[in-house]
Structure formats: C-alpha cells, structure tokens
C-alpha cells in the first residue's frame, strides 16, 4: 500500500518520473498503481487544513494536477474519468481558497472560479451567446467534462453568491465576481435573491464599498435579463435624492444606457413592438406636431416601448443649486446623446421648452436644448438636415424662440435688480459682478451668455430663417444697454451683437453666418448706435454691418 502523503507539494515530485514512461511499463501494473495513487493524492488534496492552505497558491494547484493528470494518463485510459476527477477537485480547492480568512487567498479563489468559468464556457460548442463573453487568446483549452450545467448546479449548491455577497463580503472579492453573476445569468438561473444581495452588501457601508458594487452592477448589466434589470431599478429608485452624489449620478446614467440597450433587444421588448428608426422617426414627428399641446398638458406623451430608468431622476437632479446640478446636467447630456436614446431626446427638449416657460432653470435648460437638438435629427453642428431643419422651424412656430429668450432674460434681470438693490442696502456690493451667482449656482456671465447663445443657436441653425426682428433687438438693446446699469451686461451684448460668426460647410469650406438680416442691420445702425448716449462710437468696430 501507498502510505499517505504528507506534503501535497511533493505529489509533483513524486510523479513527474514518471511522464513519458508509458511505452516501457507494464500496462496493467500502471493502471493499478495509477487508480491507487490517484485516490490517495486526489483525497489528500482535498483535505488539506487551513494551515497548508496558507502555503500554497493556486498556481501550484494548477501545475501540480496538470503533472499529476500526465502521470494519471501512464495507466488510465479515460481521459474523461481522469479530467472529471482532476477538475472536481480544482473546483474544490477553488471553494476552498475562496472561504479562507486569509484575503490573498480569497482573491486566489474568485479569481480561479473566474478561470473555471473561462474553461467550461470554451467547452460548450453549441453555447455561442455565452461564450463570446469570455473568449480571449490567453483562456485556457476547452473541458472535456465539465460543462455549464454542473457548473452552474454546483454554483447554486455551493450558494456561492450567497457567499461572496453575504455578512463577510469584501468588495474586492464582489468587484471580481461579475464572471459568477454573468454565468449565472446566462444559464438562466440568477435569481432576484441574488440581486437582493448584491444590492444589499453596499447598503450603509463605505464610499469604496458602494462604488465597487456600482461598477459591479454596470459591468454586468448588459448581460442581464430585462427583468433582472427592471428589478435592479426599483433599488435604485429607492435611493432617496438627498443621498445622491457624483458616482450615484454617473452609476445611474451607465446603468439606464445599459438597462435601454438591452431593453432595446430583449425578447419580452419585441413582443411590445420596440421601435425600428423609421418608427421612431415618426414618434418624433408626432411630438414636433403636437409639441405645444403636450408642454402644455393638453395630450400625453406617447408611450415608448422602452422604459426610460434613471432618466427622470437625472432630470431631477437639474433642480439642485449646486456642484450635484451640474454633475446631473452633464450627465443627462452624455446619455441623450447616445444612439440607443434617440426616443427619449424629443421628450426631454419639450421637458426643457416647459421650464423656460415656466422659468425654471433656464441655464440647463438651454445647455440641453442647444446640445441636443442638432443630435435629434442626426444633423452635424449648425449644418442641419432638411428634416432637422423643417422640424426646428415648426418648433419655434410653436414656442417663438426669441421672444421666449427674451422673456428669460427680463426675469432674470428683475431678479439680479432685486437682489443688487437688497446688497446695496446691505452695504455688501459684489466686488466681481460678472462671478457673482444670482440665481441658483450659476454665474451671472454664464447666464447671460448662455441665453445670447440660445438666440444665436436658433438664427445659425435654420440658416437665418429663424430672425430676431426688430422689435426684440430694441427690447435686448433696453435690457442689456438702456436698463441694466451694470457695465458687464452692456459690454457682454456689444461684442455678441458685434461678433463674425462662421461654420465649417460641407467640403472644407468656411462659412460666414450672420444672426441680423440686412434690414436689421441697418436698424441698428440708423436707429439705435447712431441715436444711442450709451455708447461710445469710437469702441463699436463695424464687423456686423459689413
């Protein structure tokens, strides 16, 4: 008999003789000795205590069974038997460095169930949608045995997910467990259980914790069933505003792209008819169509086949007067501007026409309506589409662009007299009035030019058919000239009315665009420089009347 071993590190010297003999050994004498021996190492592998565990790695494993299954293979002629044993035992060892105290081991173990995955997903030929996720030139050979559904059978059995996200979850450990949470999710057998606890291993715990589970959340995400995506929503919807920060924001802006690309695609979304672009496009002509009955309330959005996940929140997040406002804005930028977005851009340019209606924040509503509408109609910068164009013309019948900038531009200015009268009273003058915010946290010369660009943005865009007219050139030449009394807002509109404005064309070209007509220019000329006190006529140069 084989006396047990003692030190699993000696089986590879004990065995690696032997490679290479099995044209010179008795055949029937190999075979005994090799079933012996492979019951005795194979048992004492898998009984190793937690003081041998610490001094060995996973590396080690692996070489030392792939000596041993060359020795194995002198005697025994089934390869699948031999491999059955061997990667049993790998899976064992892999359970066991995970459940150690020792957090180098832990990782040693996830990150060998990762290889596991690697090397079963290789091995199913007929599983291609699942396979792809993990094809790379340095996975290991395909299994001969181990197949995904004892694999998946002994994830569940084992409850390893249990495991990596319960009470002792280690964000590290979780962060490097989205090969177990895909697989799973593949094989149809992720559960909202499991759901439940990745979401709650981040609850009330560290910053880092909570940013690890995120990204964990998003990296998997687009391998995930819709409902598991819809389910993973209500969790978030759960997060009360107050609470959210930078990376929630940007956490919710990656998962709602994920969560609409997969809905997009998803079995359950066909049935509903998600739609193709030509019916898009027809969506978005019905809101162009309808756009002031449904700012005003008078009929409902259509429904969309795809639900629209953080978008509201992010959009709600516009609301907040300070740096989360502006991580919110650029936020809901960046995600609109994704192609799987397109049924939502409509809707939240009519969203942003409402809240300069209604003067609400009117900055991130022009910083979105500016940004976005060229990208609604797949039009390149100013250079819009015939269908671009057409489209914004009608939207400006129904909401008159100009005027309604106008309209924000005198509210504005009653709230900055409003509160320069209540400072002066004070004694406490802004020294830097251009720096100063007047209304939620936005610069006063940030507002003021964001506005002048929105009427810019309308002229450029349509070519000039959209005009100012000059009735409104009379009303800002009074707000930002006759009535502001601050010397910034005077100077800011001078160089704006008087800047050379120009676009690339369509081949290398460089067009020059004007925002005044001719008729206007000459208004403004004869009418107002010339009969103007407030000016001084040596500053203003002659670029827009040229």
Not at 349 to 362: E, F, H, M, R, T
Not at 467 to 474: C, S, W, Y
């Amino acid at each position: 008999m084989v006396e047990p071993l003692k030190e699993p590190k000696i089986i590879q010297t004990m065995t690696s003789p032997f490679n290479g003999c099995s044209c010179v050994i008795n055949k029937e004498y190999a075979k005994e000795m090799c079933t012996e021996i492979q019951d005795i190492v194979l048992e004492r592998l898998e009984n190793m205590d937690d003081d041998e565990m610490k001094d060995i790695d996973r590396t080690t494993i692996s070489n030392m069974l792939t000596e041993f299954k060359g020795f194995l293979c002198i005697g025994i002629d089934d390869e699948d038997s031999v491999d059955q044993k061997l990667e049993s035992v790998k899976l064992s060892m892999a359970l066991r460095f995970l459940k150690s105290s020792n957090m180098k081991k832990r990782l040693n173990g996830i990150n060998q169930i990762k290889s596991i995955i690697e090397f079963t997903e290789r091995s199913s030929s007929s599983s291609d949608h699942m396979r792809r996720h993990w094809q790379d030139d340095d996975s290991p050979r395909v299994s001969r045995w181990l197949k995904p559904e004892y694999l998946c059978n002994w994830l569940l059995e084992n409850q390893l997910l249990e495991y990596i996200l319960g009470e002792n979850s280690h964000v590290e450990v979780v962060k490097r467990s989205t090969s177990v949470l895909k697989f799973l999710s593949n094989c149809k057998a992720l559960t909202k259980d499991h759901l439940d606890l990745l979401w709650k291993c981040q609850e009330d715990k560290h910053e880092a914790t909570v940013l690890g589970v995120y990204e964990t959340i998003n990296e998997v995400a687009l391998d995930l069933e819709k409902d598991a995506l819809d389910y993973i929503f209500t969790k978030i919807e759960s997060i009360p505003l107050k609470k959210y920060n930078e990376q929630t924001v940007n956490f919710v802006k990656e998962f709602t792209s994920n969560a609409c690309r997969v809905s997009r695609s998803s079995p359950a979304a066909n049935l509903v008819e998600v739609s193709s672009d030509d019916e898009e496009d027809k969506d978005i002509e019905f809101f162009v169509e309808n756009a002031k009955q449904i700012v005003s309330g008078e009929i409902e959005e259509p429904k969309k086949s795809v639900p629209e996940y953080g978008l509201p929140i992010i959009f709600k997040l516009l609301e907040q007067s300070n740096d989360l406002g502006s991580t919110a804005l650029k936020a809901l930028i960046e995600i609109l501007r994704y192609k799987h977005l397109d049924m939502f851009k409509i809707s939240y340019i009519l969203k942003s026409i409402k809240n300069l209606q209604d003067g609400k924040y009117v900055h991130q509503s022009l910083t979105i309506i500016t940004s976005i509408l060229p990208k609604c109609f797949n039009s390149k910068d100013y250079e819009s589409s015939s269908q671009s164009h057409v489209a914004i013309m009608k939207l400006n019948e129904h909401f008159d662009f100009i005027k309604l900038t106008i309209k924000n531009i005198e509210r504005y200015n009653e709230v900055v007299q409003s509160k320069m009268v209540g400072l002066v009273n004070k004694g406490t003058i802004p020294e830097n009035i251009p720096k100063t915010c007047f209304e939620g946290n936005i610069l006063h010369s940030d507002h003021l030019e964001k506005l002048l660009e929105f009427i810019e943005f309308s002229s450029i865009y349509t070519g000039g058919e959209i005009t100012i007219g000059q009735e409104n050139i009379e009303k800002l030449w009074n707000l930002f000239v006759n009535t502001s009394g601050i010397e910034f807002d005077k100077n800011l509109f001078l160089k704006w009315m008087n800047k050379e404005r120009f676009t690339k064309g369509n081949i290398q070209t460089i067009n020059q665009r004007r925002i005044f007509t001719s008729d206007e220019r000459e208004y403004i000329f004869n009418n107002i420089l010339c009969q103007s006190d407030q000016v001084d006529k040596k500053e203003i140069t002659y670029n827009c009347f040229k």
